[in-house]
């Protein structure tokens, strides 16, 4: 852990075209805000994900290493997106995975509904209580109301949304132009090796995987030449944030596909959102199987947990003894989402017992 490794990093990733925009200060820290990166490839350059926020915003345009760009975004969390429509030049394309069309007008309502979804599945002592944003006569006032009145409860939950979506994310910018979306009917086989994504031919050198998992409408960059693959949060399992509108399975089988690519000796950088680059082949192998060892053992946690409670759909039950629970990564994860945001291991096991239960 030393501040020395970021200009390495640097200096590696700049022998392969590739440099970043980040706000880590220090190697083995993480971000809210999703790193920006600017890479050339086929004589052509990339902006891939603008992030969040004025200061991103600032940074990018002072270290842009090029005049002429397009934009690819990896997904439609508002870390990554949310400048989307302010950094495009006069002709750039803004890339995004087809299933963002329907969403991208409307991002400020999609991840504003999140929080009022959450609140209305967790109950307002689950949100609220467990991940300590309000106290507890704040929660009693909010349950009196949610009794008393729903819509003025729904009221208030869409303000507080807005509120903490305006205080996370800053403004949300989408493009009024420039915008392409991949289309669904183009999506091929491509096969890397051993190893076959989904995806698109961005150019000879460019592709772009269908990645689910995190998000449904998550892509990954790849750069096979080079062996540079922009995984964006499919590999941050749990960390900082995790699966929103997504998979346990996806996640785990997009994971698997990108260990076999690296133990095949496919990926020399992997450029990761909310975490320094991996750089060299054997990092990139020990960084993924440590990655899916994690997401192994929480699933081992949580199905053990299930399986003792007699009625498996009880949430609360469940969710009490996941918090509960003594190992060493539990405890670690629950510091991570406790109690700065709303807590991806309640959603973790909720997408678990949709998947795995009922
Ligand atoms: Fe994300």
Known sequence: MNNEAIP???????????SLVTDIQ???????????????????????DPANGK????????????????????HSHLDHSANSGLVAAE?????????????????????TEITAEMVKVFGVDGFFGRTGMLGPSTIKLMQFIQKSSPPGFDFILNVISLIMCRLNNGGIYPP???????????????????????????????FALDTPGHQNDHLAFYVPDRGIMFAGDLIGFLNPNDIIDG?????????????????????????????????????????LRSAIAKQNEIFEIVSDI??????????????????A??????????????????????VYVYIYLKEFVS
Request: with cysteine; hydrophobic share 40%.
């Open 176 to 206: 009024k132009k420039n915008a392409v979306f991949l289309n669904c009917d183009d999506i091929m086989d491509l096969q890397f090796g051993h190893t076959v994504f989904r995806g698109w031919p961005l150019s000879e050198q460019l």
């Open 325 to 346: 629970h003594e190992s060493d990564l539990m405890k670690k994860i629950l510091k991570i989402n406790y109690p700065r945001s709303a807590s991806f291991i309640d």
């Open 91 to 111: 002709n750039s394309r803004v890339i995004f995975h087809p299933f963002v069309a329907d969403r991208i007008n409307n991002l400020k309502r999609n991840y």
């Open 55 to 74: 200061k991103r915003l600032q940074d990018i345009k002072k270290q842009l290493p090029f005049n002429e760009y397009d934009v690819l975004v990896t």
């Open 26 to 48: 220090e190697e083995g820290k993480g971000t809210g805000i999703a790193n920006t990166f600017f890479l050339k490839a086929d004589n052509h350059n990339y902006l891939i």
């Open 247 to 287: 998979s346990i399975k996806e996640t785990h089988a997009g994971m698997m596909k990108m260990l076999q690519l690296a133990e095949a000796g496919g990926i020399d950088i992997l450029a990761l959102s909310h975490a320094l680059p991996v750089t060299g082949e054997e990092n990139v192998i020990a960084y």
């Open 8 to 18: 390495r990093i640097k200096s590696y990733l700049a022998k392969s075209g590739l």
């Open 306 to 323: 299930v399986s003792t409670c007699p009625d498996k759909n009880d949430f609360e039950e469940i969710i009490r003894k996941t918090y």
